[in-house]
C-alpha cells in the first residue's frame, strides 16, 4: 500500500531521516513511533504530500508521489483521509457541513441525501445525531476527533492517517477512540497509518509499527516481536511508556 | 405497474447522481405489491451509493412496503448491514430564529452599554495604574517599553516618509493650481504648510500608527490570551496593566510626537519639491516664507495632539485584544480595533480642531 524507498530528509544540516525504509501493507493498523522531534510528523506529512521530500520516494497505491500527474495526485487525495492531532475542523461550519464538506464540493448530489450520508457517518464513529447542528467550538477534544475521523471517511478512503489519535484524551476516551479504530478497519477493511506513543493503543491497536530513533528506524515489526528484541532503545521506549 | 427496480453499475459518490433521479422516479410511480431491488448487474457500491439505496427502503416501508433484495452478494449484504444500523435520517431544515424587532434593539442597546461599561473601567483602571506608576517611576518596565518603541516607531518611518511627501506634493500642487487663478499662487506654502501641521500630519500619522500598532496589540494580548500566557501572568501575581499595557501606552506617548514631527518635516519636503518645480520658487525663498508666516503654534498644536492620539490608540488596540475569548476571536477583534481607533481618533481629532480654533490657538 505505502513503500518508503531510502528515504533521508535533512534540516538545517541535521538529519530527521538517514536512509529508512518501509512497507505498510494494505488492511493494517501500522504505527510510526519514536521521541518528540524524532521526525514522526515530518514523516507522516512526507506521505500526505504536505511537505516535500528532499531525497529517495514514497510510493502510495504503487504511484511514486514525486512524479505524479496533479489527475493522479487528485485521485489519490480522495483516497485517503487524514486526521490532525487537533481535529482541524472548519470553524465556520457545523457537524454536518464538516462532514459534508467533500461530498457538496465533489458531487452534484441533493442536500438531502449528503445530511443523510453525514448523518450515518455520524453515527458510525459513535456520536449522537444531535451533534450534528454544533459548531466545532462547541465539542471536547475527544468528540472533535471523531467528527474529525468522520469526516475524513466520506469518500470512503482506502488509506486512514492519523496524527496523535488519542494525545490529550482522558484514559476512557482514548481507550473508547482505540476500539473505534480497530472498529472502522474491520467493518471498512482501511489501512490505518498512526503516530503514537500511548502504550496503551501500541499493545492493543497495532498490528506492525517501525519506531524511529536518532534518524534510523531501529525496529519495524509487532509488539511481541519487539519484547523478545534485546536492544536497549526499544526495551527503553516500550517501559518508559509504561512508566507514563 | 413496474415494481422491479434494476440496481446495476456503478453506486459510487460520483456516479449515483443519475441512479438518485431512476429511484426517484420509480418511488414516484408508486408501485404496487411486491417491489424488487434486483442487484444482479452492481458491479461497485460505496457507502453512499448504500445510503441511497437505505434510504429508499426506508421511504417504501413508510408506505408499508417492504422491497425484496435479490441477487444481493454476501459482501455487498454485510455492507448494507452495516450502513443499516448507523443509518440516521433527520430533517435539518435550519430553523429560522424568531426575530423580534423590540427584543433586538434592546439586546443590542444592553450590550452596547455593558461594553461601554466596559470600557470606561477599563480606561479608569489603566488611569489609576498610570498615575500609580508616575508617582512610582521605577516602577515603569524600560526594557518593555523600549522594545515597543523600537517595534511601533523604527518600521513605520519609511510608510509615513514617504506617504507624507506625496500628500505635501499634491495637498501644494492642487493648491496652486486654485490660487493661481486668483494671481496668488504664493500662498500655497504658508497655506498647505499650516494645514498640513495643525490637522493633515498628525491626522494621517495617527491613521497609519493606527492601522499598525492598534492592530498588532490586538493580535499579541489576543494570542497572548489564547496561549494563556495572560492566566499565567496573573497567577504569578505579574500585573498585566503593568507588564503589557503600560508600556505600550507610554511606548506611544513618547513615539507620537516624533512620527508626526517627521510627518511634517516629510510634507513640508513634498510641499517645497512641487512648489519649486511648479511655481519656481527656491528652497530658500520658501523656508523664509514659512518662518515669516507660519507661526511656531501650528507646529506645536499637532505635537500636542499626538500623545493624545497615542493614548488613544494604545488604548483601544489593548482593550481589544483583552477582549479575546477563543481563537477565532482574534480576527474580528484585530478588525474591530482598527476600525474603532480610527473612529475615535476622527472625532477626538475634530472635537480639538474646534476647540483650538474657538480659544484662538
Known sequence: MIKVKNLSTSFYGKFVHKN?????????????????????????????????????SIEIFGYEIKKLKSAQREYIKKNWGVLFQFGALFSSMNVIENIGIMLKENTKLPQDIINDIAYTKLKMVGLDADVGKLYPEE????????VAIARSLALDPKILFLDEPTSGLDPYSAKAFDELILELRDMLGLTVVIITHELDTIQNVLDRFTIISEANLVFTGTYDEALKENNGTINKFLNQNKKG | MKNRLEIC???????????IKLMDTFYQENPTGDVIFDFKKLNKIDSSGMIVIIRYINLFKTKHINPQLENLSEKH????????????HKDHLPTPPKTNLFEDVGTSAASTFQSFKNFLYFIGRILVMFLITLRHPSQIRFKATINQIDIAAIYIVPIIGLSLFLVGFVTAYQGADQLGKFGASIIVVEMSTMSMFREIAPFLAAVVVAGRSA????????TMKITEEISAMKTMGLDI???LIIPRIVALIIVMPLIVFFADMAAMAGEMV???YHLNIPYTQFLERIYEYVEIRHILLGLCKAPLFGILIAIIGCYRGLQVQKGTDIGRYTTKSVVDAIFWLIIVNALISLLSIQLGF
Not at chain 1, 493494517?28 to 529517495?56: A, C, N, P, V, Y
Not at chain 2, 449484504?77 to 440516521?88: A, D, P, R
Request: glycine share 14%; charged share 20%.
Open chain 1, 20 to 56: 529508512i525504509s518501509l512497507n505498510i501493507q494494505e488492511g493494517e493498523i501500522f504505527g510510526i513511533l519514536g521521541g518528540s522531534g524524532s521526525g514522526k510528523t515530518t514523516l507522516l506529512r512526507q506521505m500526505i504530500m504536505l511537505d516535500e521530500i528532499q531525497q529517495g
Open chain 1, 139 to 146: 465539542l471536547s477534544g475527544g468528540m472533535k476527533k471523531r
Open chain 2, 9 to 19: 453499475g456503478d453506486w459510487q459518490y460520483d456516479s449515483i447522481e443519475n441512479h
Open chain 2, 215 to 222: 492592530s498588532s496589540y490586538t493580535a499579541q494580548i489576543g
Open chain 2, 241 to 243: 496593566d503593568r507588564f
Open chain 2, 274 to 276: 512641487i512648489v519649486k
Open chain 2, 77 to 88: 449484504k454485510n455492507m448494507l448491514e452495516l450502513y443499516q444500523t448507523n443509518y440516521t
